[in-house]
């Protein structure tokens, strides 16, 4: 009987130390925020912009993640917020913002949207530098992408100023 009490009491104390450790996803998505961090991204939790559609049919917000490429040099930023947003899996997209970016800019992003993962939801580009929100279902190599079209549109910005 002592042995039976033992082996229930070892069971539960080791139910709760697996129900604490991080699922296969999250530690999927730490392994890409920590790749994100290395290649010189901000990497940030935040409800993922809507369309207007999902807005006028209040829809909530769905939780996602925002990787920025931060510049210090905030001249070389447009001094508002510009964002174009689609609906998840969806080609085409919805500007949401009256910022006006300078023709070199508008080209260069024209030129990134086709090559963004399908679950980047928006583009963003603040004083702070250009971030996408999305839903972070790549790996490693996705990451890279993202970075490397991030300083696209950084370097994009800071030259059409």
């Not at 709760?16 to 998505?29: D, E, F, H, K, T």
């Not at 609906?87 to 023709?103: I, K, V, Y």
């Amino acid at each position: 009987m002592t042995w039976l009490i033992a082996l229930f009491a070892l069971a539960a104390v080791m139910g709760s130390v697996m129900w604490l450790r991080p699922s296969p996803a999250q530690q999927r998505q730490a392994r890409l925020r920590e790749r994100a961090r290395q290649l010189g991204l901000d990497v940030r939790l935040a409800p993922l912009p809507q369309t207007r559609r999902a807005r006028v049919r209040k829809e909530s917000a769905d939780s996602g993640v925002v990787y920025r490429l931060m510049r210090f040099d905030l001249t070389a930023m447009p001094a508002q917020l510009f964002v174009l947003v689609r609906e998840a899996g969806a080609e085409e997209w919805e500007r949401q913002s009256p910022t006006e970016l300078s023709p070199a800019v508008v080209a260069v992003i024209e030129k990134v949207l086709p090559r963004l993962p399908r679950d980047v939801v928006a583009v963003e580009l603040t004083p702070q530098g250009p971030g996408f929100y999305w839903r972070e279902q790549g790996d490693d190599e996705t990451v890279a992408t993202l970075r490397t079209l991030l300083g696209e549109i950084a370097d994009a910005a800071a030259l059409g100023r």
